[in-house]
């Protein structure tokens, strides 16, 4: 049984490009959260896909779009690169847009490197 | 804005101890907390949850909730340095997690 899985594993951009992130979560679960983890920081919610929309939207600009496709996984999209946006993007998968009672399973994690 | 916070650290206790975890939070509607454990360089791993007030034993671990004072602690009895890692305290809202910075704990041979 497939946990949350996450691609890709490390990535290196320039200021000003664009970037996607995979993710497919684990088996059973239809929702999908992304979380964005500075270094020495908690992780900061960024937005919540459920039913192919997005549900729940954290203190994030414009640049940070997502997707979900009806086979549940998920694509997150950063446009217009900085610095600032170096980091471990985490992937999150539960059931019904909820954390439950049973808080999430994160993905591995994407680290990103903005120079 | 809605706060989760923890003791920066880094906590450092010998190998054998009893490592103390603190966390407060700032919304009294929260209903379930999180403790989740991350090694460097690595995801979160969920330890333990909990949604009522008092205690809850896992095998070393004990979680501590009292929303009278707005506060979820987390005990590692027997501390091992495989032990030594960031932990990190959310509070559930609805679909999302709102994390605490992480304290970091050293657990010495």
């Known amino acids: 049984d497939a946990g949350v899985t996450q691609s890709p594993t490390h990535l290196i951009k320039t200021r000003g490009q664009q970037v996607t992130l995979r993710c497919s979560p684990k088996?059973?679960?239809?929702?999908v959260s992304w979380y964005q983890q500075a270094l020495g920081q908690g992780p900061q919610f960024i937005f919540q896909?459920?039913?192919?929309?997005?549900?729940q939207r954290g203190n994030f600009p414009d640049r940070f779009s997502g997707h979900q496709f009806p086979n549940y996984s998920s694509e997150l999209n950063v446009n217009a690169l900085l610095l600032g946006d170096s980091a471990l993007y985490l992937c999150a998968s539960s059931l019904g847009g909820q954390t439950g009672l049973y808080g999430y399973t994160f993905g591995s994690g994407t680290r990103l490197t903005v120079v | 804005q809605k706060e989760v916070e923890q003791n920066s650290g880094p906590l450092s206790v010998p190998e054998g101890a009893i490592a103390s975890l603190n966390c407060t939070y700032s919304d009294r509607g929260s209903q379930s907390f999180f403790w989740y454990r991350q090694y460097s360089g690595k995801s979160p791993e969920l330890i333990m949850f909990i949604y009522s007030n008092g205690d809850k034993e896992d095998g070393r671990f004990t979680a501590q909730l009292n929303k009278a004072s707005q506060y979820v602690s987390l005990l590692i009895r027997d501390s091992q340095p495989s032990d030594s890692a960031t932990y990190l305290c959310?509070?559930?809202?609805?679909?999302?997690?709102?994390f605490g910075q992480g304290t970091e704990l050293s657990v010495k041979p």
């Open positions: 088996s059973g679960h239809d929702t």
């Open positions: 896909y459920y039913e192919e929309e997005e549900r």
């Open positions: 959310a509070a559930g809202e609805g679909g999302k997690l709102i």
